[in-house]
């Protein structure tokens, strides 16, 4: 079956843009993830959900960053007025039940590059 | 607070030479463990997971790791390394919540 997908998957915004990424996680998966990973670092937690309630947002580094699952499927995550610092690679991840011993699915990432 | 540490930063393995990838952690509570792999322009796969049990766990691709609590470490093996091994390799720690906390990862060289 297919993945999770992520899009796109190279994004160029000039500074003070605003972009908006986009995760289509496994069919019937309960729970969602958004990380950040920069360049030659690990992924690092930003978001959660389960369903369309976001149940942690500590990571977000600023409120310039928001994330919504409104139907409890896709999911966006947006950034406003992008700063060059927000350069990296967005991962999303999904998994089955939201229990902690759940795999989590991860996609391809989406690139960003903030000139 | 959690965390992970992956204490080298690359790796050079001969093929056919076996592999062993170093991981500690630091969590408060009882942690549930994770390998994953990250090839060039693709997302990370999970390699094998550990929360009870056994703590010799096998995973895809020939991988094991294995729990030691007095340690609290978490390294990952592979008794003959392939070509295709070539990636880099994550250690994650997480809970009864979830949210993973990753290492700085692992670069996985082969020399023929």
Partial sequence: GAGVSQSPRYKVAKRGQDVALRCDPISGHVSLFWYQQALGQGPEFLTYFQNEAQLDKSGLPSDRFFAERPEGSVSTLKIQRTQQEDSAVYLCASSLNGGGTDTQYFGPGTRLTVL | ?112
């Fill in chain 2, 1 to 112: 607070a959690q965390s992970v540490t992956q204490p080298d930063i690359h790796i050079t393995v001969s093929e056919g030479a076996s592999l062993e990838l170093r991981c500690n952690y630091s969590y408060g509570a009882t942690p549930y463990l994770f390998w994953y792999v990250q090839s060039p322009g693709q997302g990370l796969q999970l390699l094998l997971k550990y929360f009870s049990g056994d703590t010799l766990v096998q995973g895809i691709k020939g991988f094991e790791a294995e729990f030691k609590r007095s340690q609290s470490s978490f390294n990952l093996r592979k008794p003959s390394v392939h070509w295709s091994d070539a990636a880099e390799y994550f250690c994650a720690v997480g809970g009864s919540f979830q949210k993973l906390v990753f290492g700085t990862g692992t670069r996985l060289l082969v020399s023929p």
